[in-house]
């Protein structure tokens, strides 16, 4: 399985960008991709999942109503569409896939660092 990446960058706080996840080499029917991040001398963790079966979708908190995931599973691509970003959103953010959404994924893409200046 793998997972790749993209869209990472500098932004200005409240500016927006969109992270890209393009996987490949799995066989699953049903499976889901999760957003996760690290921000230096910080714990990862979970911000946004998407299952294939359903469409369903999660969201921590602190990122409720700015960010958005979508995919396309025609191309296997999920997206993370991220608005109103802050300071605070500085990270690496990577995608992780398995069967279904957890903190705990399987498999997991290098990551793409996110950084929001003030």
């Known amino acids: 399985v793998q997972l790749v990446e993209s869209g990472g960058g500098l932004v200005q706080a409240g500016g927006s960008l969109r992270l890209s996840c393009a996987a490949s080499?799995?066989?699953?029917?049903?499976?889901?991709i999760g957003w996760f991040r690290q921000a230096p001398g910080k714990e990862r963790e979970g911000v946004s999942c998407?299952?294939?079966?359903?469409?369903?979708?999660y969201y921590a908190d602190s990122v409720k109503g700015r960010f958005t995931i979508s995919s396309d599973n025609a191309k296997n691509t999920v997206y993370l569409q991220m608005n109103s970003l802050k300071p605070e959103d500085t990270a690496v953010y990577y995608c992780?896939?398995?069967?279904?959404?957890?903190?705990?994924?399987?498999?997991w893409g290098k990551g793409t660092l996110v950084t929001v200046s003030s």
């Open positions: 992780a896939l398995d069967g279904y959404c957890s903190p705990r994924m399987d498999y």
């Open positions: 998407i299952s294939s079966s359903d469409g369903s979708t």
């Open positions: 080499g799995f066989t699953f029917d049903d499976y889901a």
